[in-house]
């Protein structure tokens, strides 16, 4: 059985910075691809950042410039890296592993974790 577990949460001024961590246990961690999603109350969750088995990455518009994903197969983690925040970047923050080793739709054989909260207030 995969987990997933995200952490790094917290409460940040605008224009401050956080990192999310999230781990993600299971063999052959390196063959799939792993994204960041954010979801508020009364909204679906919506693809934040996302890097493909290659190392390929991809970004929600509103935070290109400012989020940066990566990922780091020996120790089976992928972070978020997060600039410039502002008050419209919070939410809970899921880290989901894909079923396969591409960016695509949600599918039964994905795991999420169980989400972080970040607060971007003043």
């Known amino acids: 059985q995969v987990q997933v577990a995200e952490s790094g949460g917290g409460l940040v001024q605008p224009g401050g910075s956080l990192r999310l961590s999230c781990a993600v246990s299971?063999?052959?961690?390196?063959?799939?691809?792993l994204g960041w999603y954010r979801q508020v109350p009364g909204k679906g969750r919506e693809l934040v950042a996302a890097?493909?088995?290659?190392?390929?990455?991809s970004y929600l518009d509103s935070v290109k410039g400012r989020f940066a994903i990566s990922r780091d197969n020996n120790e089976q983690r992928v972070y978020l890296q997060m600039n410039s925040l502002k008050p419209e970047d919070t939410a809970v923050y899921y880290c989901?592993?894909?079923?396969?080793?591409?960016?695509?739709?949600?599918?039964?054989?994905?795991?999420w974790g169980q989400g972080t909260q970040v607060t971007v207030s003043s």
């Open positions: 890097i493909s088995r290659v190392g390929d990455t």
């Open positions: 989901k592993r894909f079923g396969t080793g591409v960016v695509g739709p949600q599918a039964p054989n994905d795991y």
């Open positions: 299971g063999r052959l961690f390196s063959l799939y691809a």
